[in-house]
């Protein structure tokens, strides 16, 4: 499977970006997926995931209540709906690829090329 992402941009505190990640291959609502992001001098963290009907979801604290998760697999898409933006949610945002529902980065195998998302006070 290979993933790229797409959406990010400049927004101001309390705004909203939709994150898109497009899969190739007919493989893709086989797989569970995630976004994680990393900001400047941090660790990549995990952000969401969702399972690959779609019926399941999870999210860091941080985010819980202001990101949405969601999979169309018709279109081979996975997106990530922010609202209510703040300026600690500045980072590059990866979509990846797991066989199972998980907040562990390590057994995310297939990854996206990230797509940066600032957020301005």
């Known amino acids: 499977v290979q993933l790229q992402a797409s959406g990010g941009g400049l927004v101001q505190a309390g705004g909203s970006l939709r994150l898109s990640c497009a899969a190739s291959?007919?493989?893709?609502?086989?797989?569970?997926m995630g976004w994680f992001r990393q900001a400047p001098g941090k660790e990549r963290e995990f952000v969401a995931t969702?399972?690959?009907?779609?019926?399941?979801?999870y999210y860091a604290d941080s985010v819980k209540g202001r990101f949405t998760i969601s999979r169309d697999n018709a279109k081979n898409t996975v997106h990530l709906q922010m609202n209510s933006l703040k300026p600690e949610d500045t980072a590059v945002y990866y979509c990846?690829?797991?066989?199972?529902?998980?907040?562990?980065?390590?057994?995310?195998?297939?990854w996206g090329q990230g797509t940066q998302v600032t957020v301005s006070s």
């Open positions: 990846a690829a797991s066989s199972i529902v998980t907040t562990a980065l390590v057994d995310y195998y297939y």
């Open positions: 291959g007919r493989t893709f609502s086989r797989y569970d």
């Open positions: 969702i399972n690959w009907s779609g019926s399941s979801t």
